[in-house]
């Protein structure tokens, strides 16, 4: 495709229910990243993957953030029992080459609401 | 956490004038990356400076680094309404990681 692809665009949870955002990456891009950027603020790093393999979790931000890319594209990031905390915006992000020594290409984002 | 720090917060300034935004950030750097957000939309890259390089151009915009400083500035010159947006600085710190760590942010606005 033309560009990142993030879906669904806009996503209302209950408290407490499972929720899954999908990215499609850019076609034959190698590094993948998801952000969580709240409310007028900077995105945050969530985690990063080279391909398949998950290199980087360590800004998921408790064990109900799930994160996979099992053919090295298509990523989904799972977050389970929703808190209301986690209301933002995910941003998933792919790059040409590894780490981000190349710009990064983001989609438009998820905005998830949890009430 | 962000690494980056931007200033100013918010900047208005009429159409045609020149916009300066500047970032500070913390640690030693591999290359710094600015990025523009219109509201509702995802991140566009700018630009990309590494930390060899003291300035760069692209158009209307200039990008000079100081690593003594550890600081930053963008510069859009003859500024248009269609710039108003978010500007974001971005590093990759020079460490083995791979996390591109993003500042808080300036919200720029145009006025015709």
């Known amino acids: 495709g033309a560009g990142v692809s993030q879906s669904p665009r806009y996503k209302v949870a209950k408290r407490g229910q499972d929720v899954a955002l999908r990215c499609d990456p850019i076609?034959?891009?190698?590094?993948l990243f998801w952000y969580q950027q709240a409310l007028g603020q900077g995105p945050e790093f969530l985690t990063y993957?080279?391909?398949?393999?998950?290199?980087?979790k360590s800004g998921l931000p408790s064990d109900r953030f799930f994160a996979e890319r099992p053919e090295g594209s298509v990523s989904t990031l799972k977050i389970q029992r929703t808190q209301q905390e986690d209301s933002a915006v995910y941003l998933c992000?792919?790059?040409?080459?590894?780490?981000?020594?190349?710009?990064?290409?983001f989609g438009n984002g998820t905005r998830l609401t949890v009430t | 956490s962000q690494q980056g720090e931007e200033d100013p917060q918010a900047l208005s300034i009429q159409e045609g004038e020149n916009a300066t935004m500047n970032c500070s950030y913390k640690?030693?750097?591999?290359?710094l990356q600015w990025y523009r957000q219109n509201s509702g939309r995802g991140l566009v890259h700018l630009i990309l400076?590494?930390?060899?390089?003291r300035e760069k151009h692209s158009g209307r915009l200039r990008v000079t680094l100081d690593t003594s400083k550890k600081s930053s500035s963008l510069l859009i010159t003859a500024s248009r309404a269609a710039d108003t947006a978010s500007y974001f600085c971005?590093?990759?710190?020079?460490?083995?990681?791979?996390?591109?760590?993003f500042g808080t942010g300036t919200r720029l606005q145009v006025f015709p």
């Open positions: 971005a590093t990759l710190p020079s460490v083995n990681t791979d996390k591109l760590i």
């Open positions: 400076i590494r930390s060899n390089e």
């Open positions: 076609s034959g891009h190698v590094s």
């Open positions: 993957f080279q391909n398949e393999a998950q290199l980087d």
């Open positions: 640690t030693s750097i591999n290359n």
């Open positions: 992000a792919s790059s040409f080459r590894d780490r981000a020594l190349w710009p990064l290409h």
